[in-house]
């Protein structure tokens, strides 16, 4: 099994950079599934059904989110119509959507991290609980943590090394060089990047970003422009072990 994780994909620069590439990624590379982060895909905060429905039909079969997919009020009654939308695992209890599912035999989990986010109920504790529903079972298991810190991050890699097929870092939009093969058997990435501009302060316009950073203004950040950057990885699974078989980056320019 081939499966491709995307990056957070940043407003409409982003989700046209995935419906130019990932049809020609899937034949190249014989993928299987593809994963990516939408949680900034309107507007570059937030998700939609709109914007949703236009990355399913790029190819996408699962959107993961993190801590902005509340941003857009219209989402929320979409996350319960039975739709490939995920929202963190570690909410409370009780809020609408959910944080996994099943999709071509594999199980794929939105987690979200608590250093430097707010307070969420503890992810490990969460994995925990949700794999001790599948003991004894060898089914593939592809997690997108979302979160900030590297250390958190890391620390979740080892955790769940051995017991997941893959924990890949999203919600930085900076890609990280440590792609590998824990020694559990367990894909990793601090973090995938993002399908966002280049010239830009990790998908936003760059003046205004550092206009915020000068002033300490609140203001609504425009996505920036030119070239987009798309970041993802490559994971090969064994579908009998669950094992991790292989991680690779795949960086591609769109004008």
């Not at 190249?28 to 429905?53: M, R, W």
């Not at 990355?55 to 119509?81: M, R």
Request: net charge negative.
């Amino acid at each position: 099994m081939r499966i491709l994780a995307i990056g957070d994909i940043i407003g409409k620069p982003g989700r046209k950079a995935v419906k130019e590439i990932l049809p020609g990624l899937r034949d190249k590379h014989g993928i299987d599934l593809v994963i990516g982060n939408g949680e900034n895909a309107a507007g570059g905060l937030g998700l939609t059904p709109e914007t949703a429905e236009e990355l399913f039909q790029s190819g996408i079969d699962v959107i993961t989110s993190g801590n902005h997919i509340w941003a857009c009020k219209e989402i929320v009654p979409y996350l319960d119509s039975g739709t490939a939308v995920l929202r963190p695992l570690n909410y409370p209890v009780g809020n609408p959507g959910r944080g996994y599912l099943h999709k071509k035999g594999v199980l794929v989990v939105n987690l979200i991290g608590r250093v430097f986010i707010s307070h969420f109920d503890c992810p490990f504790r969460a994995m925990d609980q949700l794999l001790a529903e599948y003991k004894g079972r060898s089914v593939p298991i592809i997690v997108d943590f979302h979160a900030e810190a590297s250390s958190e991050k890391v620390a979740m890699g080892r955790y769940l090394d051995g017991r997941v097929s893959a924990v890949l870092g999203t919600h930085t939009h900076v890609g990280t060089v440590d792609a590998r093969i824990l020694p559990g058997g367990t894909a990793y990435v601090t973090d995938i990047g993002m399908v966002g501009p280049i010239d830009s302060v990790i998908g936003d316009d760059t003046e205004a970003v550092i206009n915020r950073f000068l002033t300490l203004i609140p203001s609504r950040l425009s996505v920036g422009r030119g070239e987009v950057s798309f970041d993802a990885v490559l994971v090969e699974v064994d579908m009998k072990t669950g094992n991790a078989l292989n991680i690779q980056r795949i960086h591609e320019v769109v004008d």
